[in-house]
T-cell receptor
Framework: GAVVSQHPSWVICKSGTSVKIECRSL??????MFWYRQFPKQSLMLMAT?????????EQGVEKDKFLINHASLTLSTLTVTSAHPEDSSFYIC???????????FGAGTRLSVL | GNSVTQMEGPVTLSEEAFLTINCTYT??????LFWYVQYPGEGLQLLLK?????DKGSNKGFEATYRKETTSFHLEKGSVQVSDSAVYFC?????????????FGKGTKLSVKP
């Protein structure tokens, strides 16, 4: 149980385009979803936290207009990287929780490469 | 601020060897501590957790004890298997319940050879 699916697993795009990443909780209703970014050999850095039906809470230093998060339902959250640039290339990971926020279920991650 | 430091990998062991992956933390208050494991091609999975000092978390033969005096939560396993090859992340949650965002270490890659 508690499976989180993230799609796509890998995306390559041209600089200036926008990319949408989906995160779905397959067998539970997620009250909270999290988006992380991971650089090579670095830890996961929390980008934002979102609750269903409300605006996401972004961590300090994360551009809200660059990384658009939509949490439209209890099973789906999306992260849109707008006007992507090579420095946005990274590994993006989502997670979801339904009881305690510190018990999170993770997707397998999305590798974004911006050319 | 709150942070987690874990030993850098990669760690390479032979099957049935003893495993220790060190993890220390800095936090205000009384955090909860976690070990997550990421197998190749999969998302992070909770391996074990401890919510207060002297608690021991255990799962699948892995153990870690919450040591407040040394601010540590080292992961151990007495006899590793090839199937334990993965990346292990130590993490803390500085606030309980609804405030419990996770702070991760950098991860330690473990490779177990037959």
């Amino acid at each position: 149980g508690a499976v989180v699916s993230q799609h796509p697993s890998w995306v390559i795009c041209k600089s200036g385009t926008s990319v949408k990443i989906e995160c779905r909780s397959l067998d539970f209703q997620a009250t909270t979803m999290f988006w992380y970014r991971q650089f090579p050999k670095q830890s996961l850095m929390l980008m934002a936290t979102s609750n269903e039906g409300s605006k996401a809470t972004y961590e300090q230093g994360v551009e809200k207009d660059k990384f658009l998060i939509n949490h439209a339902s209890l099973t789906l959250s999306t992260l849109t990287v707008t006007s992507a640039h090579p420095e946005d290339s990274s590994f993006y990971i989502c997670s979801a929780s339904y009881r305690e926020k510190n018990i999170q279920y993770f997707g397998a991650g999305t590798r974004l490469s911006v050319l | 601020g709150n942070s987690v430091t874990q030993m850098e990998g990669p760690v390479t062991l032979s099957e049935e060897a003893f495993l220790t992956i060190n993890c220390t933390y800095t936090a205000t208050g009384y955090p909860s501590l976690f070990w997550y494991v990421q197998y190749p091609g999969e998302g992070l999975q909770l391996l074990l957790k401890a919510t207060k000092a002297d608690d021991k978390g255990s799962n699948k033969g892995f153990e870690a004890t919450y040591r407040k005096e040394t601010t540590s939560f080292h992961l151990e396993k007495g006899s590793v298997q090839v199937s334990d090859s993965a990346v292990y992340f130590c993490a803390l949650s500085a606030g309980g319940g609804s405030q419990g965002n996770l702070i991760f270490g950098k991860g330690t890659k473990l490779s177990v050879k037959p």
